[in-house]
């Protein structure tokens, strides 16, 4: 995830909230939104700026969080996954949604059953 992390602090209950191994690419984590700071709305929000980074390996997902109402930017939302050495690894920093690390293993000789 990228390195610098907007927010807006009257937005938010706590600042990067530690979400454990939770890892999303969409989505806004509301229980700690407490509200727009600037039209002072308690709205859904809209994820504005929306960009996705991939290559063979890799995907970086970055966008902002905003006022449904008035467009404040609440904050910066970065994800990313990577596969490295038959593992998966996820992350995802921001100052709304929390701080997540997660890793999976892949086996390429694992069997996936599909189930109808």
């Not at 600042?15 to 859904?44: E, I, Q, S």
């Not at 290559?55 to 905003?66: G, I, L, Y």
Request: hydrophobic content about 25%.
């Amino acid at each position: 995830p990228e390195s610098t992390i907007r927010m807006c602090k009257d937005c938010l209950r706590e600042p990067m909230p530690d979400r454990g191994n939770v890892c999303n690419d969409t989505g806004a984590y509301l229980p700690n939104f407490k509200g727009c700071g600037k039209c002072g709305k308690m709205n859904f929000l809209d994820a504005k700026n929306h960009d996705v980074q991939e290559d063979e390996d890799s995907e970086s997902v970055t966008f902002e969080h905003a006022c449904k109402t008035c467009g404040h930017v609440v904050a910066k939302h970065s994800f990313g996954f990577s596969v490295d050495q038959g593992r998966q690894e996820f992350s995802m920093e921001c100052m709304l949604c929390g701080h997540g690390e997660g890793t999976s293993r892949v086996d390429p000789g694992d069997k996936v059953e599909l189930f109808f």
